[in-house]
């Protein structure tokens, strides 16, 4: 069986944590630290704060910014849940907007959707490609006036934040710019089965504008995200001073030494040796699919846009969704697992029944329907993925044409 994503193992992850087991240390400290300190300069953000999970960076955002119930909060329909279950956790409104053919956010949409009670745009990078940032910063701006702030934050920043959902897009390049730059915050996902995985983990990077301080919002929410005590364990243990206060309820939301650690084996190679072998992968997939007439490929680069080749998302032109399914189960019984990215979040059990509908989202469910998701991982060998080619090529066929 190829699986459809492994994480990356090997030895220097394996010693990274050892060493830091070995250390004492397993909790928030120096690798934590020196991990932000390195996410920063590879992307060039002025500061960035891990945390144990994108989930928990995006929602600390909205927080930070003061989203409650009464706020509406802009998303694309097309995304995984974390991204509209975080704008509940807050007590606010999600407003789903459909996806353009190329998976993204549609900025028109976007801007019909905006009202005086809209707070924050969270675009999502899907499969790695960054969204259309230029023209949603362009419709932010164009709606200041629509704009009612209600937080110091909001008087701050005088518009409508724009909140980066960066889970699949650490490396991906959008008109020469980095993801984590391109947004007033950009979050991370490290997750097991994204690009870089710490098992479990996730990265605000900050890039606000004047006048705000990014240096100050990063302490200040390192806090936030560790209980809302003023010491850490660290700082403790080394001026030997046991007092500490909390000065709010906080969260706890911090990331492991042990988590850092193996992130920290990897950033060093990400684009000298991780994005190459994806990118070689979805060249593969790319080449053997352009030979079918009924293969819609995914788009890869643009100028100087480009993927983060998180996931290979190929359509199939004229499918319907239970013709997908059933491709999918003739696949894996070939041997070959694959997925689907995603399913529209207003479809699923928890939004359909507050009352969300896919069917208002065609080009979301369109894309969703005629979606498959092929086997990207780094140990994946020449020979498995011409397997998974040859695989759904003949399936896909004896569905198109049946005999
Ligand atoms: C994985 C993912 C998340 C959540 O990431 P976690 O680190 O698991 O919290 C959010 N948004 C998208 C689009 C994702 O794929």
Redesign the pocket.
Known sequence: MIPFSRPKIDEAIIAGVVDTLRSQWHSTGAKTKLFEKELSAYYGAPATLCLN????G?ETMLRWFGVGPGDEVILPAY??S??ANVVLHCGATPVFVDSGTDFLIDPTAVEKAITPRTKVIIP?DFAGYPADYDAIFNIVNKAKHLFNPTTTEQQSLGRMMVLA?A??SLGAVYKGRKAGTLADASVF???AA?NLSTA???AIAFNLPQPFDNAAVYTQLSIHTLHGQTVDAMAKILRGEWRYDIVEPGYKFNMTDIAAAIGLAQLPHYNSQMLPIRKAIFNYYQQRFAACPWAQLPVLSHGDTETSYHIYTLRIKGITEAQRDDIIRRVYAAGVLLNVHYKPVPGLTAYSSRGFDMQQFPMAYDSYSRELSLPVFYELTDEQMQTVADVVIAEVEKTINPS
Do not use: Q
């Not at 999970?53 to 928990?56: C, E, I, N, P, V």
């Open positions: 999970s994108a989930t928990a995006l995304t995984y974390a991204t999502v959902d889970a699949h996902s490290f997750h994204k479990e983990g996730g």
